[in-house]
């Protein structure tokens, strides 16, 4: 391929000289990380395009995406529906801020509000924001319904959490990349061990407004918590009178095979946290859903966002809504889900040293001696298929949930070859 005609590859000549770029995807990769800051380090892929669970690069090479923006496409890129209510919005209007009403927040509001069973919904734009919003509003419900003295409130959070990069919600991990110079921190929180309910209840005291916790732990490697751990919380959230906040960002709107982690256990949380997914990997839309005797907290002028609740973040999330109410993403992501488990427990032994999960979301740990997640993603991209590792020797999976079961099983003969090639270095 010639790169001088690609305008891309003049640009980063221009800016950067001394690189000497000899792909397109090199030239990419050159001309981004002259000027964009370098808060992540992508594997060395430019896409260009995609469609379903594939995507293709400025080269032409495709991929199977098994990683589906970490669930934000869980829907498959260019879904069709989304991408048709959002054109439609498009040519309609898109931004009006919440100072007027819009024709399309009332229907998304009551859509998403059944969907989870709740009474109201906070509409925002980012995961991040979503959080934020629910520690707002918790402290709030504390002091006004529950009667925690000025500025006393806490909120008990879990080790090894993520639940984004705001300096509130960094002040509460417990991963130092996130947090290193980035102090000082926003008091108010405590951290307990992630499953343990015996520690949680000694963790509450009169001052506790919410117990803050992904239902099942993302970032930290798809950690599934005991099986009796959701309900216990639920039990000591309704016995203290302390609010249960379940962050379903990332396990939310369909990963796990239901619409909500929560429901696999049978609990329901005081409040839910949705993102991702639920803007249809097209913009950025995040919400706060609970009850009216707690979202109702907030009144006129305490809390807002100029974007939240726009027209189009409520013409797409209301098409994202509508297709969860079918229930059939739910079924498609349990029983390719059940599958995929099944294959990737077959790896134990072999490479595999764990597998955890549920639904179309998988935790894969690699046994470190043969190679770092970070390796096995650079082989798996070689071999055509786009996967993500998190702490070390861990890789997730999160294929879109359009996704084919015969290009699933590609995907795991393609881990299965990838561990071998490892397997004869060492
Ligand atoms: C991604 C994520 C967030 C943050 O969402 P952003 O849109 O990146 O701000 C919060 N909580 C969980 C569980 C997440 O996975």
Known sequence: MNTNTSTITTAAAATAPETVAETASEAAIAIESEHAAHNYHPLPVVVASGEGAWVT????????????????????????????????????????????????????????????????????????EAVESGIKVARAWGYRVKGVAADAANIVVMAGNFHGRTTTIVSF?????????????????RTVPYGDAAALETAIDENTVAVLLEPIQGEAGIVVPPPGYLPAVRGICTDRNVLMIADEIQSGLGRVGATFACDLVGVVPDLYLLGKALGGGIVPVSAVVGDRDVLGVLQPGEHGSTFGGNPLAAAVGLEVVRMLATGEPQQRARELGAHLHERLLALLGRGVVAVRGAGLWAGIDIDPALASGREVCEALMRRGVLAKDTHGSTIRLAPPIVVEQADLDWAV????AVLGEFAVRE
């Open 57 to 128: 690069d400025v080269e032409g090479r495709r991929y199977l995406d098994c990683l589906a923006a970490y669930s934000a496409v869980n829907f498959g890129h260019g879904n069709a529906r989304l991408v048709e209510a959002a054109r439609e919005q498009l040519g309609r209007i898109t931004l009006t801020s919440r100072a007027f009403h819009n024709d399309r927040l009332g229907p998304f509001v009551t859509e998403l509000a059944a969907l989870c069973g709740k009474q109201m919904v906070l509409p925002m734009n980012t995961g991040a």
């Open 413 to 416: 003969e393609q881990l299965e």
């Open 173 to 189: 991990s417990d991963d130092p990349d996130a947090r290193t110079d980035f102090g000082p921190f926003t008091p108010g929180f």
